[in-house]
């Protein structure tokens, strides 16, 4: 029997629904099922690329859903590369952004790539994990071998992409090192002999370049598996520090805690898919439990709980739900919250909002006080022209942002 048409056993047909699960695409499906049929049959474990440009120090929520997936790969048998962009990230991923984005320096990528792994190996099984740095290779490449790769691939192949089209037709400008970064990305693949790589959907166009150049290379091309964007705690946007609606993944038990709680009913249920390693039975249970009931307050705090447990352990995971009961159910103040003293009283309370690090901006401030949100020694402030005299607050900003505020004459 030929490559191309191995029997799929039931063992490779239940792999192939794990790695399904949650994924936006996977292409393309009946060939990534035939490498999973060769695996099991010759004992070869595939070999899984993710890359990641170290183009900030933190891992949030957002990047694990991939990493979960990696994860996942890696306790079927496969062989798991964490591949640290250190050399594209000096480029700049031009995916799904309107205007080019500026390169970092060799500092800030060093800098940044020190703590990406030791996070990562918060989710991943490090003695099963290859680590590579694409350095390795794009520097050796050269102008002659850059532009010997740059000959595997067209100007019309490349302007197929969706951002690069849209800024074309926008009369938004489009540096020719832009079209190195997909190249780079693929030719990585090329490097690591890649069966799959993993990424968000964002991702989908650099993916594919890396099949094709593959193909030119006279290697199988990999397939691509591509895992949808985690939507922020706001429910809206896709989860990002820039929007303020991020939960890292080294913050303090109770701030993860307590972010979680926050998030709506729905979208708990995306988080449980995308970022829980219970089985989807065990999700669709609790998803008949709440219809037959349940409270979904309490399928959240499992959640709450078994995150907070995945970073820290058990016993923060239970010391943070106890802190969550006792602050929001009981009305308990938290134990540890800033202090601050500043000058001036006195001080407008939207300035002691932002001077306090409360918010980001005084308009951020108003807004926060017209929704209700802002409270002064637990009574709630309805008006923004506020002055608070000299003397010490307890200032608080929604339900997790607190500080004691001395102010000062």
């Not at 065990?282 to 037959?292: F, G, P, V, Y």
Request: aromatic share 6%; proline share 4%; hydrophobic share 35%.
């Amino acid at each position: 029997m030929s490559q191309k048409e191995m029997p799929l056993t039931p063992r490779v047909q239940e792999e192939l629904e794990i790695v399904k699960r949650g994924c936006e695409e996977l292409l393309v499906e009946s060939e990534f099922a035939q490498k999973l049929a060769r695996s099991h049959a010759t004992g070869t474990p595939l070999r899984i690329k993710l890359g990641l440009d170290p183009t900030a120090p933190d891992i949030h929520l957002g990047h694990t859903v991939v990493l979960n997936k990696m994860r996942q790969l890696q306790d079927l048998g496969h062989t798991v590369i964490f591949l640290i962009g250190d050399f594209t990230a000096t480029i700049g991923d031009p995916s799904g952004r309107n205007a080019t984005r500026p390169p970092l320096t060799a500092e800030q990528i060093e800098e940044n790539a020190k703590t990406y792994y030791a996070q990562a190996s918060m989710i991943l099984d490090p003695e099963k994990t290859e680590i590579r740095y694409n350095s390795q290779w794009c520097d050796q490449l050269g102008t002659r071998g850059l532009i010997q790769l740059a000959s595997r691939y067209t100007v019309a192949q490349m302007i197929e992409r969706d951002d690069f089209t849209k800024r074309f037709k926008a009369g938004v400008p489009i540096s020719i090192h832009e079209f190195l970064y997909p190249l780079l990305q693929g030719y990585d693949s090329v490097e690591l002999k890649a069966d799959l790589e993993l990424g968000g959907t964002d991702q989908k166009f650099n993916l594919l370049v890396g099949r094709e150049l593959q193909k030119e290379y006279g290697q199988e091309p990999q397939c691509v598996l591509t895992m949808p964007l985690l939507e922020g705690t706001d429910g809206i946007e896709k989860m990002s520090k820039s929007k303020g609606n991020y939960i890292g993944i080294t913050e303090a038990p109770e701030s993860i805690f307590g972010k979680i709680m926050s998030i709506s009913d729905e979208l708990m249920w995306r988080y449980y898919e995308l970022l829980s390693t219970k089985s989807m039975a065990q999700i669709n249970d609790l998803r008949h439990q709440t219809e037959q009931g349940l409270n979904p307050r309490d399928v959240k705090v499992m959640l709450a709980e078994e995150i907070v447990t995945r970073f820290h352990n058990a016993d923060a995971a239970k010391r943070a739900h106890e802190q969550f009961n006792a602050q929001f159910r009981d009305g308990a103040l938290p134990e540890d919250m800033p202090e601050v003293t500043l000058s001036g009283a006195p001080l407008n309370v939207v300035q002691v909002l932002r001077q306090s690090g409360l918010v980001a901006s005084a308009s951020e401030g108003q807004r926060n006080i017209q929704q209700g949100g802002v409270r002064v020694n637990q009574g709630r402030v309805e008006d923004r022209t506020l002055s608070l005299d000299a003397g010490t607050y307890i200032v608080q900003v929604g339900k997790r942002r607190f500080a004691r505020v001395t102010l000062t004459g």
